[in-house]
């Protein structure tokens, strides 16, 4: 599966949200687009990059489930809310300045 693959009803089927409402959904789909675009950043990698690494859904489900779960969008970026995430980001990244 790539990142651009994903959809909305898949992420509430990962955060376990059995009936989404259309706020959940809205939130779903916010959470999904700032996630490519911190991958993106904090990769240095465009679009086409970033769906040659499977292992970068993971990184969207685990993100876009703490941000589902704290419903808070905390994402600086200097801080990165998860080791997995961090390591499956860093293993990829190019711009490494």
Known sequence: ????????????SYCRIAEPTPED?????????A????IKSYTGLN???VDKHDDFVIAVYILVQDMYDNRAM?????IVPNATVETI?????????
Do not use: C, P, R
């Open 1 to 12: 599966m790539k990142v651009s693959e994903l959809t909305v009803a898949e992420l509430a």
């Open 35 to 38: 996630t490519k675009a911190y």
């Open 74 to 78: 905390y994402i600086d970026s200097h």
């Open 47 to 49: 679009d086409e990059s």
């Open 89 to 97: 980001l860093g293993m990829h990244s190019v711009n490494l300045l």
């Open 25 to 33: 959904l809205s939130f779903l789909s916010q959470a999904l687009a």
